[in-house]
């Protein structure tokens, strides 16, 4: 549309033409809407899809940034830089997986430029269950005592990645 100032709105994609009338005599211009396409110039925000997480020591998770316009336009990004405050506890590499080591707080940081989003990691120690022991070994392949005697046995538990349990 036009308005009596000649400002020129536009809804949507597509062509129109645009005449101006003075009595007999008329003059026309050509307009060409186009639809905007969004870059990371464009991005004035961006937000992690996680605020938080609660993972446990030997765990990994995956984070994920999207940018936004000034106009709240989604736009996908896939040059994101990320950074952990504390990484004996929790890192993260290129492509937003998160590897957790020891239990404490880090703060995931995605970076874009000078825009950035955090999501914080909390990691607590494994509490393994007996449910999870697969392999369990005895302290001695044989025992030999005399009758009336006694001989002591111990039974060590491990998981599947190697962690001896308590039993």
Known sequence: SVDENGVVRTYQSGNAVITALLGDVSATCSVVVTDHIYTVADVVKIALDKDALKLETGQSASVSA?????????????????????????????????????????????????????????VADHVYTLDEVVKIIIDKDALNVETGESGKLSVRGFAANGVELPL
């Open 66 to 122: 999207m940018g936004f316009s000034l106009n709240g336009i989604e736009i996908a990004l896939d040059n994101v830089d990320w950074k952990s405050s504390n990484t004996s506890v929790a890192s993260i590499d290129g492509r937003g997986l998160i590897k957790t080591y020891t239990s404490g707080v880090a703060e995931i940081i995605a970076f874009l430029g000078n825009i950035t989003d955090t999501c914080v990691i909390t």
